[in-house]
């Protein structure tokens, strides 16, 4: 009995066959066009590490990196470096204020919406998506400036809300612009479901009220959820347009009256712009931590038992 060893793919077969990495939007690059990726790739990191280098440089000549104008950032013995990371701290804290406040806001409303649109009827539902494309084709600065304009023109009284009117200006355009995005984010999150979920609630009796609550919803929202904490990270970002108006305190704008004071605005955006990131990037972080749970908690075919008698549902 003759035994044969199994022949190794010819060239031409190895070249014909599908690429794994293959999707239908992602066609995998053969040789030539790896080839082509590394050269250019090579030179743009190149170009970067240049440009850097003669930055550098130039900053060096112009003695941006004295100690004297790092030191009431980064030397703790400086007489001014308590009282700038106690102010920087203020700014952090009322950043993250107007952005936890934007976003709770943001998501009662967007959920609120995206029902509306998702139960009225084709005629019902237009006028709430006309408030959507008009509110999601503002660029978010009109819409805090519009806020202000409003405010200040008519006078219109938010002294009594905690926290001031300047902050309530701030939180009152990102929650505009960003329920919108999240109605979207929501409504995209129902429609992926698939419809036996639906018309399985109502077949054990619930309403669609109570579909949409207990079993749809809450299955919305944990598909999205990566998608939300994405969005949240747009609304802590976006909280930095309020200090081309000034007035709220939020730690651009102090970084600014900071700069005033010490002369050093390389250093001082320097450091503002390592918090932004630092928190950007935790909020990153997150987001694909919950993307890989959301993952396997789907991979474990998991579903909801609901109670028919009392609409709720349990996992």
Known sequence: MSTTTPKAPSRRARRAAPDPGATVLFDAPGPVARRNAFVFSLV???????VVVVAVLRLADRGQFKGALWAPLLDPSDKDFQQVWKLIGTGLGNTLRAAVIAIVLSLVIGTVIALLRLSLGRVGR????????????????????????????YRVNLGFLPGGRDLWILVIGLTLYNCVIIAEIVRAGVVSLPRGQREAALAVGLTNQQAMRSILLPQAFRVMLPSLISQ?????KDTSLISLIG??????????????????????????????????????????????RSSRSSASGRVPIVDGATGTATV
């Open 232 to 236: 949240l990270i747009v609304v802590l």
């Open 126 to 153: 237009v006028p709430v998506v006309a408030l959507i494309e008009l509110l999601r084709g503002l660029p978010v600065v009109i819409t805090i400036l519009l806020v202000y304009t409003v405010v200040t023109s």
């Open 44 to 50: 743009g990191a190149v170009l970067v590490v240049a």
């Open 247 to 292: 007035g709220y305190i939020e730690l651009l704008k102090q970084g600014g009256l900071l700069i005033q004071n010490l002369g050093n605005p390389i250093q001082v955006y320097v450091v503002i712009g390592i918090i932004y990131i630092l928190i950007n990037y935790t909020l990153g972080k997150l987001a694909e931590y919950v993307q890989r």
